[in-house]
Structures are given as structure tokens and as C-alpha cells.
């Protein structure tokens, strides 16, 4: 599977576009460049769905606005995008508007707008290459007013931007490379960024951290990786892996990596990373000391040993194969304790990651440990190896439990 991608034959150090103009329209470099681009820019994430066809669509996506399905992009003639010309598509793509209607932003053309006619005509030629499936899409499930779509006309006016709003300085080719990755194709910002009461990005806080389903987006500006220890080294690694010393992949970032940036190759990590960071990053923060009171860390020691050490450590060290490590772990050093109680309250998930690592899952303990002994683990936790005031408390525990039971 991580064999060497084809673009690793081109230069990619020069500038962004300049890799895809050489590209001949129907040749096998274009169907190439296609498949390459449909990874990085993850059409399957929403495409693509767990028991459908490829890119057949049906994949559900809950908002607060009702449900959106992606569509059937295969090429069927009826029910997919079969009749449309590569003009057609990149419209969709470029404006949010098809033959017949107008997109929800829930497809991100905010970001897809500033891919480029190339590399939409790339991936165009690429879908039209896939086997059509006659499934009709499934037309999305709205709230009222949310439902009438030609209100989108109206959203995308003061909406619909050009380009993004970047979190970090630079202007290295590898920096406009990774902002085109981050901002165009990999649309990082439609989670990591936070939305507006129209569901809109609020972009003057560029990837500053968003709250999402059950998991939430962290803050991913070069200040908010430098406090939890990122280093470019290490987001490569994890965009590669999904595994990194800070972590694992979980929540709605896994199949990103799954699906997405673990096909990246080797420039475009090394970019996606520089522009994450920056030319000039800030080094990455060591864990501070912290005091705190004695007993309720010890009681969280206790419940720690008792029941996640077996998994992940006595030193919290992790163990390889088997859990991620606690120390220095980018969810116990995030200032917002939400993540890193969801993980233990619900567990997260078996996961296969590239190459040959898979994890067993991580058991939800919802059931198990009452709000005041998780607040004591949390607090154990971030004042030893997370460098976080222990200040959480039993009722902010409760406040994320999906059921009321304890
Ligand atoms: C985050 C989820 C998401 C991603 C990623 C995504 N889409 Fe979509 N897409 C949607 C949704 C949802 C719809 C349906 C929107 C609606 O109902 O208005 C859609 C609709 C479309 C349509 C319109 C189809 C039709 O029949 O009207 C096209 C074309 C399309 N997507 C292409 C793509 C391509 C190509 C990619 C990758 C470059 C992609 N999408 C990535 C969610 C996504
Ligand atoms: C049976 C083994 C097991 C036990 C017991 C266990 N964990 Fe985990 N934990 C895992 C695995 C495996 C992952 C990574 C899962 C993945 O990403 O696929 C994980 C992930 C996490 C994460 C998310 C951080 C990251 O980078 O993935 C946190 C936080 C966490 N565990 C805390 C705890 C705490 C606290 C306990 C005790 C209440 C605990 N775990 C008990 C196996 C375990
Ligand atoms: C579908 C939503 C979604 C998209 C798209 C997405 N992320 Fe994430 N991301 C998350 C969530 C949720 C987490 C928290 C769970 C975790 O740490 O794995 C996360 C975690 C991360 C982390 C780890 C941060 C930390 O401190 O632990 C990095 C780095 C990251 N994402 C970068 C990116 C980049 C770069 C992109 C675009 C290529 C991207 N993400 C796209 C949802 C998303």
C-alpha cells in the first residue's frame, strides 16, 4: 500500500502549479496524477461509503443543521456525474453549484475553491475512469430553513471566499506547496477551523481548534502544536502512520490519515508540515512541572494502575503494539481536557493503521468509573505527564457522558 507514490518522480520543490501544467489531458500521467490528488483531497471520506460502491456516495454526515449524504460521483449516467463535462465539475467543485442545483457547504468547495483547473480536470478524468454504479444519491435531511436550497445563493455571498486565512508564516516552495495541501485539497480547516452561527469558518481564527461530533478538532496553529510537543519530524509521522510520540490517530482524524495523508508522498509530508509550522517554527514546548494536591493525585495514581497502566504504561510510557503513550501524549497536554475524557468515557475503536500496526481497542469506561474517579484520573494525568493544572472537576466529567447512568 505505501509504495512509492508517481509524483515522487516529479519535482514538487518547484511551485505548486507547475507540477501539474506539464500534464497531458487523457494521458496515463493524468489518470495518475487523478488518483493521486483524489487521496490528498479525500472525495471517499464522503464519497465512498463503509458498505457501498466507490464514490458511489450514501455516506452519512450529521450536522447541526439535519443530515447530508454525499453523493454518487461515479461515473453512471443517471444517478453519478456520467454526463457532465470537466467544466460542469470544476463548477461543482470551484462554486458549489452543479447542472441543477446548489450545493450545501457540507461538501467543501470553501476549500476546494482554490484547487486549480488542472488538478480539478486531474481528478475529473480519474472519477471518469471509475466503474459506474446506478445507486441515486440520497438528498439531504434539513431542518427548516436549512432545507431550501436556494438559500445557499444567499450564504455564498459574504461566504464564499477566494482563499483561506492562513495560521502560519512562510513563503518557502515547500510552504506554499503545504498551503495549498492543507488549505485546497486536504480542507484541514472545515474541521480544525471554528464556524459561525451560519456554519460558516470563522477565519480569523485559522485552524485554532473547533469542537466537532464527540471528538473536537485541536488547535493546530504553530503556538497551538509548539505547547503540546509537535515538531515537524513528528507530524510527518503521524500523517504518515497515524502514530506519532504525541499520539495516535482517533475520532474523525483517523480516516483522514487512513484514507488520505498517509498516501502523501515525502515532499508533500515534509510541506504539509512546514506549513502547519511555519518557515521559522516555534520549538516545541517542553511539559511543565505542576503541583498539585496530593490526594486526589494520589487516587488517581491508584485507578490509573489499577486500570490503565496494564495498556499504557506504570511510567506511562505506552507499550509498543499495544497503547500509545501518556507522557508528553498531545491529548493529556491539551489545555481543553474534552478529548481526553471522551477517550476514556467511550473508548475508542480497534484501528488499523498504514503498514502493518493495528491496535485493539481501547475500552470505554463510561460504565465502569463514576465522574469523581475520572475527574482524579484526568487530574492525575495532565498534572504528571501533561503538564496541565489537575483543576477538573466530577461535574465537568458528567457534562460529556453520553447517558446519565452514574
Ligand atoms: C466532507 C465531506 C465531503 C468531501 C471530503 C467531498 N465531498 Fe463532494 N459532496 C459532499 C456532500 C455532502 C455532497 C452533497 C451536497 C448537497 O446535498 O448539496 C457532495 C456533492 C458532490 C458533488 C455533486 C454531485 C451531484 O450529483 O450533484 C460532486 C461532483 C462532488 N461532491 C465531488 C467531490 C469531489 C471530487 C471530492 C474530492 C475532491 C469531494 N466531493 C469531497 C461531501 C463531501
Ligand atoms: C486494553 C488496553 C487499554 C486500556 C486498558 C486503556 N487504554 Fe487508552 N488507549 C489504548 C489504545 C490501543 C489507544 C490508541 C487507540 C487508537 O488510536 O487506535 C488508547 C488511546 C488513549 C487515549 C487517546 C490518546 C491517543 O493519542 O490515542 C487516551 C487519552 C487514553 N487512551 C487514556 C486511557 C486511560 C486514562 C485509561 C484508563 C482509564 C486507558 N486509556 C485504558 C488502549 C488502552
Ligand atoms: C473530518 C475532520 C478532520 C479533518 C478533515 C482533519 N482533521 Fe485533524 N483532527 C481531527 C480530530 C477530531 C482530531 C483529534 C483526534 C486526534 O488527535 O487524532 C485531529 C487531530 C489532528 C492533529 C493532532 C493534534 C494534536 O495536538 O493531537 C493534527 C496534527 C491534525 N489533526 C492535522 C490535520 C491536518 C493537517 C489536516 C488536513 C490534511 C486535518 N487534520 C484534517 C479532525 C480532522
Given at each position: 500500500m505505501l509504495v512509492a507514490v508517481l509524483l515522487a518522480a516529479c519535482d514538487s520543490g518547484s511551485s505548486p502549479t507547475a507540477v501539474q501544467s506539464t500534464v497531458k489531458p487523457g494521458s496515463a500521467d493524468q489518470l495518475a496524477l487523478g488518483r493521486y490528488l483524489t487521496k490528498a483531497a479525500d472525495c471517499a471520506a464522503c464519497h465512498t461509503s463503509a458498505t457501498g460502491a466507490a464514490f458511489a456516495g450514501g455516506v452519512e454526515l450529521a450536522s447541526p443543521f439535519g443530515k447530508f449524504y454525499g453523493s454518487n460521483i461515479t461515473p453512471d449516467k443517471e444517478h453519478g456525474?456520467?454526463?457532465?463535462?470537466a467544466d460542469q465539475f470544476y463548477r461543482a467543485l470551484?462554486?458549489?453549484?452543479?447542472p441543477d442545483r446548489h450545493l450545501y457547504p457540507a461538501m467543501p468547495y470553501t476549500s476546494y475553491r482554490s484547487m486549480t483547473r488542472a488538478d480539478s480536470d486531474a481528478i475529473y478524468a480519474y472519477l471518469m475512469q471509475q466503474k459506474p454504479v446506478a445507486v441515486p444519491s440520497k438528498e439531504a435531511d434539513l431542518k427548516f430553513p436549512y432545507n431550501?436550497?436556494?438559500g445557499m445563493m444567499f450564504w455564498n455571498v459574504p461566504f464564499l471566499k477566494n482563499s483561506l486565512s492562513d495560521a502560519s508564516v512562510g513563503q518557502s516552495a515547500s510552504w506554499q506547496r503545504g498551503q495549498y495541501l492543507s488549505n485546497a485539497l486536504g480542507h484541514c480547516a472545515e474541521c480544525h477551523t471554528p464556524r459561525g452561527a451560519?456554519?460558516?469558518?470563522?477565519?480569523?481564527?485559522?485552524?485554532?481548534g473547533a469542537a466537532l461530533g464527540r471528538v473536537a478538532a485541536p488547535n493546530i496553529t504553530p503556538a497551538g502544536l509548539a505547547a503540546v510537543g509537535w515538531n515537524a519530524a513528528d507530524l510527518q509521522t503521524f500523517f504518515a502512520t497515524g502514530i506519532a510520540p504525541q499520539g495516535s490517530a482517533y475520532g474523525e482524524m483517523f480516516p483522514v490519515v487512513h484514507l488520505?495523508?498517509?498516501?502523501?508522498?515525502k515532499d508533500d509530508l515534509a510541506a504539509l508540515s512546514t506549513y502547519l509550522l511555519g518557515d521559522k517554527p516555534l520549538p516545541p514546548e517542553p511539559v511543565k512541572t505542576i503541583t498539585a494536591d496530593t490526594t486526589e493525585l494520589d487516587a488517581g495514581k491508584r485507578l490509573y494502575t489499577a486500570v490503565c497502566a496494564g495498556c499504557h504504561g506504570f511510567q506511562g510510557d505506552g507499550k509498543p503494539h499495544v497503547a500509545v503513550a501518556m507522557k508528553g501524549n498531545s491529548t493529556v497536554r491539551n489545555a481543553d481536557p474534552h478529548n481526553l475524557i471522551v477517550a476514556m468515557l467511550d473508548g475508542i475503536e480497534a484501528q488499523k493503521f498504514p503498514g502493518t500496526e493495528s491496535l485493539q481497542d481501547m475500552p470505554g469506561f463510561a460504565g465502569q468509573l463514576s465522574d469523581k474517579e475520572l475527574a482524579q484520573l484526568s487530574n492525575f494525568l495532565r498534572a504528571t505527564w501533561g503538564g496541565q493544572p489537575a483543576s477538573i472537576t466530577p461535574d465537568q466529567v458528567k457534562a460529556l457522558r453520553l447517558t446519565t447512568a452514574h
Open positions: 456525474i456520467g454526463k457532465w463535462s470551484h462554486d458549489g453549484v452543479t431550501m436550497r436556494f451560519f456554519g460558516q469558518l470563522d477565519l480569523s481564527k485559522p485552524l485554532g488520505s495523508t498517509q498516501y502523501l508522498n
